[in-house]
């Protein structure tokens, strides 16, 4: 996934949260606005070239002085759907840019 295209379809507002997400953005008190901002700002930490379900890729960025990381995939109309929203910490995460050596990245996905 390219993030320059992901930037564009979320400026177009052509983008949905998942439901999952939306659970995940209440739990973690992580506004609409703070998503917008981290994919703004943010960089592709992981690519998901060869996934099953279709490709995908892992979002850090940074909001409210915190990190954020955003999995996000493309719907069949080629929207972006994002598929999670979580702050990254321990024990899955050593830090936003390091996973723990016994987590895979399967454990937070969808």
Avoid at 8 to 28: C, L, P, T, W
């Amino acid at each position: 996934m390219e993030l320059e295209e992901i930037r564009k379809k979320v400026e177009q507002n052509e983008y949905e949260i998942s439901f999952h997400a939306e659970k995940e953005r209440y739990a973690e008190d992580i506004a609409i606005s703070d998503l917008e901002n981290v994919i703004y700002n943010g960089e592709i930490l992981e690519d998901y070239h060869d996934d099953p379900r279709g490709p995908s890729c892992l979002i850090l960025g940074y909001s409210q002085n915190r990190p954020v990381h955003i999995v996000c995939g493309y719907t069949p109309i080629k929207w972006i759907r994002i598929i999670t929203v979580y702050i990254p910490k321990r024990p899955k995460w050593i830090n936003e840019r390091r996973r723990s050596k016994s987590r895979s990245r399967g454990d937070e996905m969808r």
